[in-house]
């Protein structure tokens, strides 16, 4: 029985290891490891991928979505609009910089925030909406600028788990007024290490965001306000540039395990697999299946059904991971917002039900006829 993990990066690391080695190699020699050209260049080839005109790196995805609100003057009394299914950066942020989250429900086929519900939870209040194009998935973006346009709010497409993905044609983080970028090693352009990058046309908030990233300095030793130290050092740079001319190949490489798995997933009875909207290409940063329980009397059950089928897979050599467990209204650190259990039911319903199986580019196809045939055996149970 062959062990298989949900993620591995060795394999693509043995694809360029010897690109990574040179250019690691010639950084380390040249004595700039913190900005430089590499940097820059790094900077100017994943704005031209993404179809913006400016890119602004940074040392974290977490801190692109900071430093994207800090530019936009987003702060104490202003509330920003988002999803509760995802991981706590999204909204963490939006604390860090003194406003307040609101969340709203999902949509319960792509996981995505639902632009209903966030023109429903507009006030005069709301500066911003961060949609998240959750596993890879892009979120509906031309229902939420229109929204967006309709109430004068900023959109800050959180495209985490999504580089390289597309809504009718265009590239997320291209789309909305702000893309916030991870290069988290697990992401589909991940670093080998941390880093992160903002995407925008606007010229003046790119100077404010450099200004940000370097202690809140316009000039050296000049500072106009408080910044933070949030740089993407050289060694990571070079490490993207090569991995950035490989990304499409393993993004359609992906594809195409997202679509063997739908094919062997299909007869399997209680799995509903991940749906992406017609004029969406998604990018599978996770595979995402539910496990329904159609005689489920509550959450909990539903819950236990999911973990239940989730260590069978574990006994039989099949990692999975839950991504989330907990949405973000539930988590205790925003008790004090007041939101109850049953107020956002899409979300909840996700957070007992979701399970994603291996994915990364390298993945054989008979990897993934051993994942399908224990999830059937699991659901036989």
């Not at 080695?21 to 100017?44: D, H, M, R, W």
């Not at 997202?258 to 399997?268: D, F, G, I, S």
């Not at 299946?289 to 989730?310: C, E, N, S």
């Not at 006994?315 to 008790?335: A, F, K, R, T, W």
Request: proline share 6%; charged share 20%.
């Amino acid at each position: 029985m062959n062990k298989i993990p949900p993620l591995d990066l060795t394999q693509q690391y043995q694809q360029i290891e010897a690109d990574v080695s040179k250019a690691v190699l010639a950084v380390l020699a040249s004595g700039q490891y913190i900005g430089g050209p590499q940097v820059q260049q790094f900077e100017t080839q994943f704005a031209e991928y993404i179809g913006t005109r400016h890119a602004v790196v940074c040392n974290s995805g977490t801190d692109a979505l900071y430093l994207a609100m800090r530019a936009l003057d987003i702060g104490p009394g202003d509330e920003v609009i988002t999803t509760p299914f995802t991981f706590v950066a999204t909204a963490e942020t939006i604390s860090a910089v003194g406003a307040t989250p609101v969340f709203v429900d999902v949509d319960p086929l792509t996981f995505n925030i639902d632009a209903d519900q966030v023109a429903a939870a507009i006030t005069d209040k709301t500066r911003a909406v961060i949609p998240v194009h959750l596993f890879g998935y892009p979120a509906d973006m031309t229902r939420l600028m229109a929204v967006a346009e309709a109430h004068g709010l900023t959109v800050i497409e959180d495209c985490a788990q999504a580089t390289g993905a597309q809504w009718q044609g265009q590239k997320v983080g291209a789309i909305g007024h702000v893309g916030c970028f991870s290069f988290f090693p697990t992401k589909n352009l991940g670093a080998c290490g941390d880093g992160g990058a903002i995407t925008t046309n606007d010229p003046e908030l790119v100077g404010r965001l450099r200004s940000l990233r370097e202690h809140g300095q316009r000039q050296r030793y000049l500072h106009d306000e408080v910044g933070v130290n949030s740089r993407l050092d050289a060694v990571q740079a070079v490490i993207l540039q090569i991995k950035l001319r490989h990304l499409d190949t393993w993004n359609q490489q992906r594809h195409a395990v997202a679509e063997r798995y739908h094919q062997l997933l299909a007869p399997v009875p209680d799995v509903v697999v991940p749906q992406v909207a017609t004029q969406g290409r998604c990018v599978w940063n996770q595979y995402t299946v539910r496990i329904v329980h159609p005689a489920a009397a509550d959450l909990q059950a539903r819950r236990d059904r999911r973990d239940a089928v989730r260590q069978f897979l574990q006994d039989q050599g099949v990692s999975s991971m839950v991504y989330y467990p907990i949405p973000l209204h539930l988590q205790p650190v925003y008790q004090s917002l007041g939101y109850r259990e049953g107020q956002l039911p899409v979300a909840e319903r996700l957070a007992c039900e979701v399970l994603s199986l291996p994915m990364f580019p390298e993945l054989p196809p008979e990897a993934q006829a051993q994942v399908v045939h224990a999830l059937k055996d699991a659901i036989a149970l």
